[in-house]
């Protein structure tokens, strides 16, 4: 196994990563002739990531040999490499069989050497549903709404058709509701009929890291089916997350 891969959207890179941590200490990612790729589920088996991250997301993408193999990142190792990583600096990953070579170019060269790892991967569960709702928006504004909701509840209703999004937060002391349409600007698109369900904000609030490496989101909704969230990423990649809905 060799490949090198080198990023020059360093800060969206970081924050994909991050992302990931925070639902799997471990990753698993698949590196084909498309790209580099992720499925797994996170332990409580609540939410489910799919990630891709195309060749084009690259400056350079170079398999040894042009096979696909699988990359093992220790999400909290990586993470603390990458903290300190800032806009116009390039990452460079070089890995073969023994060691993973992380070099970070900006003010000054740092390089870091670990052990390659190549963990047992087993299978993911495939999620096929047929979803009536679908609206688009700015990643900026959903993590707005994420932040507001976090503050007040641990539960959030999400409500679609008729042309808008109705988001329902509330406890003892306090309700909360926000609408985003076409028409009040929040909503990019907006199509289909309802959709509805109660999700955990424990969960969507791992979201908001992702905000730099996505400029929009799809929210799609069923009746009590997993929420998809579907962020677009630079050159046709995205990074999906399917949360189970709650049951109480």
């Given at each position: 196994m060799?490949?090198?891969?080198?990023?020059?959207?360093?800060?969206?890179f970081r924050?994909?990563?991050?992302?990931?941590?925070?639902f799997?200490d471990?990753?698993?990612?698949?590196?084909?002739?498309?790209?580099?790729?992720?499925?797994?589920v996170e332990e409580?088996?609540?939410a489910?990531?799919?990630?891709?991250?195309p060749?084009?997301?690259f400056q350079?993408?170079?398999?040894d040999?042009g096979?696909?193999?699988?990359l093992?990142?220790?999400?909290?190792?990586?993470g603390?490499?990458l903290k300190?990583v800032?806009?116009g600096?390039?990452i460079?990953?070089?890995?073969?069989?023994?060691l993973?070579?992380i070099?970070?170019?900006?003010?000054?060269?740092?390089?870091?050497?670990?052990?390659s790892?190549?963990?047992?991967?087993?299978g993911t569960?495939?999620?096929?549903?047929?979803?009536?709702?679908?609206?688009?928006?700015?990643t900026?504004s959903?993590?707005e709404?994420?932040d507001?909701f976090?503050?007040?509840?641990?539960?959030?209703?999400?409500?679609?058709g008729?042309?808008?999004?109705t988001v329902?937060?509330?406890?003892?002391m306090?309700?909360?509701e926000?609408?985003?349409?076409?028409?009040?600007?929040l909503?990019?698109?907006c199509?289909?009929?309802?959709?509805?369900?109660?999700?955990?904000?424990?969960?969507?609030s791992k979201?908001?890291?992702?905000?730099n490496a996505?400029?929009?989101?799809?929210?799609m909704?069923?009746?009590?089916?997993?929420l998809?969230?579907?962020?677009?990423?630079?050159g046709g990649g995205?990074?999906?997350?399917?949360?189970?809905?709650?049951?109480?």
């Amino acid at each position: 196994m060799r490949m090198k891969l080198k990023v020059v959207d360093t800060v969206a890179f970081r924050q994909i990563v991050e992302t990931v941590g925070e639902f799997m200490d471990e990753a698993n990612f698949l590196l084909d002739n498309e790209g580099m790729k992720l499925r797994g589920v996170e332990e409580s088996r609540v939410a489910l990531l799919d990630v891709f991250l195309p060749k084009a997301f690259f400056q350079s993408y170079e398999l040894d040999g042009g096979e696909s193999d699988y990359l093992t990142l220790k999400s909290e190792e990586i993470g603390n490499i990458l903290k300190k990583v800032k806009k116009g600096d390039i990452i460079t990953i070089n890995v073969d069989e023994k060691l993973m070579k992380i070099e970070l170019d900006g003010e000054f060269l740092r390089t870091y050497e670990i052990p390659s790892l190549k963990s047992k991967v087993s299978g993911t569960p495939t999620i096929n549903v047929q979803y009536p709702f679908k609206a688009r928006m700015l990643t900026q504004s959903f993590n707005e709404l994420i932040d507001q909701f976090n503050v007040i509840t641990d539960v959030i209703e999400l409500k679609g058709g008729e042309g808008k999004l109705t988001v329902k937060g509330e406890t003892e002391m306090m309700n909360m509701e926000m609408e985003l349409s076409l028409e009040n600007g929040l909503l990019l698109e907006c199509e289909g009929s309802e959709g509805m369900g109660r999700y955990g904000m424990e969960y969507l609030s791992k979201l908001v890291k992702v905000s730099n490496a996505s400029d929009v989101v799809n929210i799609m909704l069923g009746g009590n089916v997993p929420l998809k969230i579907d962020y677009e990423l630079a050159g046709g990649g995205h990074l999906d997350i399917y949360l189970a809905p709650r049951a109480d």
